[in-house]
């Protein structure tokens, strides 16, 4: 208040003096006598409005050809894919074991983790020395359905990061000193995920959709679980997995065939295929899929929470379903951004949120539809209402012309984008042959992009967004458990910790437990083929 007291006076005084009689004015001009009648101002001309011009009419997209994809084998049965692409001198290349944190969620991200740790011939310091001296990069990670060991170099040094690769799988030291500092590093991330609502709410929405057991929904791991992994236990899901004719290698870039089919030849010739059959695909053992028979409401009570994490949805379709990319285009339409419905009305106009999206996880068996959320504690239920409705507006009515425009002409023009380098390439070849898509798949994607039709748009909808779908909310349960009984009053609440433990005495209704499936609940698509 001082500050701004001791501005107007000063204002003031200037103002007083700019008034006074001669000032500024050159030096000797004298103000003329007035007869102190008011002095009407001249009349002020209206500015012309402003005429924007009309953004130009889109063009039309520019040919894109997905590359050929070239396949050859090596005499210990490594699959090799080649896509050339000779217009700058790198290569990119990915080599996929068919071996997931679905197979061991534990085993699975410790074995990956490990094999940069140093080999039997080489320390650390040595392999990452010589792929650092080269300006390349080499590392792996675990994923759901398969690992991977990626790097990316020059083409004078591809050679040299495949040796360093080939040396990573096939011949891994795992020191043990190095695994004790894996599980640390393991029981930290846990504790951190604990901590992290959104980590909660997806967690338990998989857990939910999926039953008991199943490879895509299980619940976090214990710290004794991570306790419980030892240097034997990582070399035999080594052993196991790891092997030539379990594997391939997808290189994209500058590269050719048969240098590809040397390189892969020579480098990789002392890999030893398994014999006989490789293990079972865990999913094999999931036949049927269930949606919930009944709206039910898992709320995790997070003390503290100033707002509300909300996830809505419900298990959808396997990735190599035909109806993939109509519903991909329905999900935009909803929540695929920006200009989706839910942005428009949830965030610009009733302002409950800073993001809300739809989003689809992909699976060899079904995998999820989904939107994503947070809203204040307070607006929790107003939330919850205007998804719900926002659902059922797509399931019973027909979308705009704009709108199906819009987003075929969104999916149409950006893919050009999502190939532009060796390594997207090198992606989607590996989601082609994680999922078992056409060999195709990309060099028609546009085509099937332009053969959906707007009424597709209601139908998938009707089809892949239930209207009695998974919920999950995570807050404050004192807050928020009232406005989910104003907002939802047929649903049944189900409670948790940050554990993600079911808190109540009778379980049928808690995740991941085989009563969610009880009788009479609606059958999901049937999973599709696994390895």
């Given at each position: 208040?001082f500050?701004?007291?001791?501005?107007?006076?000063?204002?003031?005084?200037?103002?007083?003096?700019?008034a006074?009689?001669?000032?500024?004015?050159?030096?000797?001009?004298?103000?003329?006598?007035t007869?102190?009648?008011?002095?009407?101002?001249p009349?002020?001309?209206?500015?012309?409005?402003?005429?924007y011009?009309?953004?130009?009419?889109?063009?039309?997209?520019?040919?894109?050809?997905?590359?050929?994809?070239?396949?050859?084998?090596?005499?210990?049965?490594?699959?090799?894919?080649?896509?050339?692409?000779?217009?700058?001198?790198?290569?990119?290349?990915?080599?996929?074991?068919?071996?997931?944190?679905?197979?061991?969620?534990?085993?699975?991200?410790?074995?990956?983790?490990?094999?940069?740790?140093?080999?039997?011939?080489?320390?650390?310091a040595?392999?990452?020395?010589?792929?650092?001296?080269?300006?390349?990069?080499?590392?792996?990670?675990?994923?759901v359905?398969?690992?991977?060991?990626?790097?990316q170099?020059?083409?004078?040094?591809?050679?040299?990061?495949l040796?360093?690769?080939?040396?990573?799988?096939?011949?891994?030291?795992?020191?043990p000193?190095?695994?004790?500092?894996?599980?640390?590093?393991a029981?930290?991330?846990?504790?951190?995920?604990?901590s992290?609502?959104?980590?909660?709410?997806?967690?338990?929405?998989?857990?939910?959709?999926?039953?008991?057991?199943?490879?895509?929904?299980?619940?976090?791991?214990?710290?004794?679980?991570?306790?419980?992994?030892?240097?034997?236990?990582?070399?035999?899901?080594?052993?196991?997995?790891?092997?030539?004719?379990?594997?391939?290698?997808?290189l994209?870039?500058?590269?050719?065939?048969?240098?590809?089919?040397?390189?892969?030849?020579?480098?990789?010739?002392?890999?030893?295929?398994?014999?006989g059959?490789?293990?079972?695909?865990?999913?094999?053992?999931?036949k049927?899929?269930?949606?919930p028979?009944?709206?039910?409401?898992?709320?995790?009570?997070?003390?503290?929470?100033?707002?509300?994490?909300?996830?809505?949805?419900?298990?959808a379709?396997?990735?190599?379903?035909?109806?993939?990319?109509?519903?991909?285009?329905?999900?935009?339409?909803?929540?695929?951004?920006?200009?989706?419905?839910?942005?428009?009305?949830?965030?610009?106009?009733?302002?409950?949120?800073?993001?809300?999206?739809?989003?689809?996880?992909?699976?060899?068996?079904?995998?999820?539809?989904?939107?994503?959320?947070?809203?204040?504690?307070?607006?929790?239920?107003?939330?919850?209402?205007?998804?719900?409705?926002h659902i059922?507006k797509?399931?019973?009515?027909?979308?705009?012309?704009?709108e199906?425009?819009?987003?075929?002409?969104?999916?149409?023009?950006?893919?050009?984008?999502?190939?532009?380098?060796?390594?997207?390439?090198?992606?989607?070849?590996?989601?082609?042959?994680?999922?078992?898509?056409?060999?195709?798949?990309y060099?028609?994607?546009?085509?099937?992009?332009?053969?959906?039709?707007?009424?597709?748009?209601?139908?998938?909808?009707?089809k892949?967004?239930?209207?009695?779908?998974?919920v999950?909310?995570?807050?404050?349960?004192?807050?928020?458990?009232?406005?989910?009984?104003?907002?939802?009053?047929?649903a049944?609440?189900?409670h948790?910790?940050?554990?993600?433990?079911?808190?109540?005495k009778?379980?049928?209704?808690c995740?991941?437990?085989?009563?969610?499936?009880?009788?009479?609940?609606?059958?999901?698509?049937?999973p599709?083929?696994?390895?």
């Amino acid at each position: 208040m001082f500050t701004r007291t001791t501005n107007s006076f000063a204002t003031a005084l200037v103002v007083a003096a700019l008034a006074a009689p001669g000032c500024g004015k050159p030096k000797g001009e004298t103000t003329p006598p007035t007869d102190n009648k008011p002095v009407e101002a001249p009349p002020v001309a209206d500015k012309p409005a402003r005429v924007y011009q009309d953004p130009p009419p889109p063009t039309e997209p520019r040919e894109v050809q997905f590359p050929d994809l070239q396949k050859i084998q090596t005499k210990n049965g490594l699959e090799i894919y080649v896509v050339e692409n000779h217009e700058v001198p790198l290569v990119s290349a990915q080599l996929v074991i068919k071996a997931g944190t679905m197979d061991d969620e534990q085993l699975a991200e410790m074995t990956a983790n490990m094999l940069g740790e140093g080999t039997k011939t080489r320390t650390k310091a040595k392999i990452d020395e010589e792929i650092e001296f080269v300006g390349g990069s080499l590392g792996a990670g675990a994923g759901v359905h398969d690992t991977s060991v990626y790097t990316q170099v020059l083409k004078r040094d591809v050679k040299l990061a495949l040796t360093l690769m080939a040396d990573e799988v096939m011949n891994p030291a795992f020191p043990p000193a190095a695994l004790d500092k894996l599980k640390e590093k393991a029981k930290t991330g846990l504790k951190a995920m604990k901590s992290n609502s959104d980590v909660l709410a997806d967690q338990l929405f998989d857990m939910v959709a999926y039953p008991s057991g199943h490879p895509y929904g299980r619940p976090l791991p214990t710290e004794a679980q991570i306790d419980a992994v030892t240097v034997d236990a990582v070399k035999k899901f080594h052993d196991t997995f790891y092997r030539s004719n379990n594997s391939y290698l997808i290189l994209s870039g500058d590269i050719t065939v048969p240098e590809a089919e040397k390189l892969g030849n020579e480098v990789f010739a002392k890999w030893k295929p398994i014999e006989g059959q490789a293990p079972a695909n865990p999913l094999n053992g999931f036949k049927a899929y269930k949606h919930p028979p009944k709206l039910i409401v898992h709320l995790v009570n997070r003390p503290g929470s100033a707002q509300s994490d909300i996830r809505v949805g419900n298990l959808a379709l396997a990735r190599k379903n035909p109806d993939w990319i109509k519903l991909d285009l329905a999900s935009d339409i909803l929540g695929g951004g920006s200009t989706g419905r839910l942005f428009l009305d949830v965030r610009e106009e009733k302002g409950l949120t800073y993001g809300i999206y739809t989003k689809m996880e992909p699976g060899v068996a079904p995998g999820t539809w989904r939107i994503w959320t947070k809203t204040k504690t307070a607006t929790t239920g107003e939330m919850l209402k205007a998804i719900f409705g926002h659902i059922t507006k797509m399931r019973d009515t027909e979308v705009t012309t704009k709108e199906f425009e819009d987003v075929t002409r969104e999916a149409i023009g950006s893919f050009p984008l999502s190939i532009e380098t060796a390594d997207q390439v090198a992606g989607r070849v590996r989601t082609i042959l994680t999922y078992g898509l056409p060999s195709d798949y990309y060099k028609t994607y546009r085509d099937e992009v332009r053969k959906a039709q707007i009424a597709d748009m209601k139908t998938m909808a009707r089809k892949f967004m239930n209207d009695v779908p998974v919920v999950v909310v995570v807050g404050r349960a004192d807050k928020a458990e009232p406005q989910i009984k104003d907002a939802l009053p047929d649903a049944t609440i189900v409670h948790y910790d940050t554990d993600l433990k079911c808190l109540e005495k009778d379980t049928t209704f808690c995740a991941n437990n085989n009563a969610l499936a009880a009788a009479g609940a609606a059958p999901a698509p049937a999973p599709a083929p696994a390895k």
